[in-house]
């Protein structure tokens, strides 16, 4: 089984509309957090949200996380052509150390 | 604001060649990993170290593969023989404490033919 999937794959709207995406994961977590990769760079931490945090909010960034559902997404609002990207979102469970476990990405596409 | 640096960023080497792949975690940082992606795939972990040794490692890294950290800044990769299906992104990644965000670098690109 997939931990942490990504929905939708891709995403294409225009500026200053807010961007919505999906993480599903399969066993329990300690933490999650969402990553930006611009095309070949790095990855660029954005949030992390821990187990017991249902919402957190960073600038234009807002991350839920639901448990019960095993669910998270991020909510990216007044969206810029700059966000233009792909966005990942990683967990880490206890009972697999602190490696992070990545999902197929969301790519975004802001349209000026 | 600090960053983890990668060396190099794109590297060519033959089938059969060793590669040392190079990284400066972020200076106060404990805790340092290796991730790659295979082009159009995910990302997948590699190793994870502390303390100067591997805390975990994934079934990829296999004998072929070590890390080191050779001084007090350094946290290298190394592949003895690579191999055609070794080609992908090689990200290292820092934090300063296991809960605590991981930090990563641009990548190395590398390429064996």
């Known amino acids: 089984s997939q931990q942490g999937e990504e929905d939708p794959q891709a995403l294409s709207i225009q500026e200053g509309e807010n961007a919505t995406m999906n993480c599903s994961y399969k066993?329990?977590?300690?933490?999650l957090q969402w990553y930006r990769q611009n095309s070949g760079r790095g990855l660029v931490h954005l949030i992390l949200?821990?187990?017991?945090?249902r919402e957190k909010h960073s600038g234009r960034l807002r991350v839920t996380l639901d448990t019960s559902k095993k669910s998270s997404s991020l909510l990216i609002t007044a969206s810029r052509a700059a966000d233009t990207a792909s966005y990942f979102c990683a967990t880490d469970a206890r009972a697999a150390g602190n490696k992070l476990t990545f999902g197929g990405g969301t790519r975004v596409l802001v349209k000026p | 604001e600090p960053e983890v640096t990668q060396t190099p960023s794109h590297q060519v080497t033959q089938m059969g060649q060793e590669v040392i792949l190079r990284c400066v975690p972020i200076?106060?940082?404990?805790?340092f990993y290796w991730y790659r992606q295979i082009l159009g795939q995910k990302v997948e972990f590699l190793v994870s170290?502390?303390?100067?040794?591997?805390?975990?490692k994934s079934e990829i890294f296999d004998d072929q593969f070590s890390v080191e950290r050779p001084d007090g800044s350094n946290f290298t990769l190394k592949i003895r023989s690579t191999k055609l299906e070794d080609s992908a992104m090689y990200f290292c990644?820092?934090?300063?404490?296991?809960?605590?965000?991981?930090?990563f670098g641009d990548g190395t690109r590398l390429s064996i033919l």
């Open positions: 949200i821990r187990s017991n945090e």
């Open positions: 170290f502390y303390n100067n040794e591997i805390s975990e």
């Open positions: 990644a820092s934090s300063e404490h296991n809960d605590q965000p991981q930090h």
């Open positions: 200076s106060n940082h404990l805790y």
């Open positions: 066993t329990s977590i300690n933490n």
